[in-house]
């Protein structure tokens, strides 16, 4: 157990991890899935057992997607418009369907990366040595 403890203690790699995340895979092993669903984060890695209920992405996630995406409409919408200048509903159908499709395919991996890259820093309880069957959720119900 002592070396477990010690191997969560140690920093991790940001990179690696941030591949695996990219992968949607857990940032420890690189083999099991971080999410159970779409979005939804397993509490534990089904492969290595890493106790992923520390991770804290809530809205981080979204705002990045909103970022890059708001940013390739905005540069796609000029350029879309001068070249079909005569059918500006379809400019408005075609930039809303790549804005909605791009969003739902980035949001799981960039999800995993916030997981990931938490994870490699020790946030959030993360790396925190804790004792066996304690997880983020046990210590909020008792108070911890
Ligand atoms: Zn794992």
């Not at 397993?42 to 492969?47: A, F």
Request: charged letters at 20%; glycine letters at 10%; hydrophobic letters at 45%.
């Amino acid at each position: 157990m002592a070396t477990r403890e010690i191997e969560a203690d140690a920093p991790h790699d940001v990179r690696t991890a941030l591949k695996r995340g990219l992968r949607c895979k857990c940032p420890s092993c690189g083999e099991g899935s971080v999410f159970k669903g779409y979005l939804k984060v397993r509490s534990s890695c089904e492969v290595c057992g890493l106790d992923l209920t520390p991770q804290r992405a809530d809205d981080g996630p979204a705002y990045v997607v909103i970022l890059i995406v708001g940013h390739l409409m905005g540069f796609s919408l000029p350029v879309m418009f001068e070249q079909m200048r005569d059918s500006p509903l379809m400019v408005a159908c075609l930039l809303s369907a790549f804005a909605i499709i791009l969003s739902l395919i980035m949001l799981p991996p960039v999800k995993a990366m916030f997981v990931a890259f938490q994870w490699a820093k020790g946030m959030n309880g993360f790396g925190r040595s804790q004792p066996a069957g304690v997880n983020q959720e046990t210590r909020w119900t008792e108070g911890c």
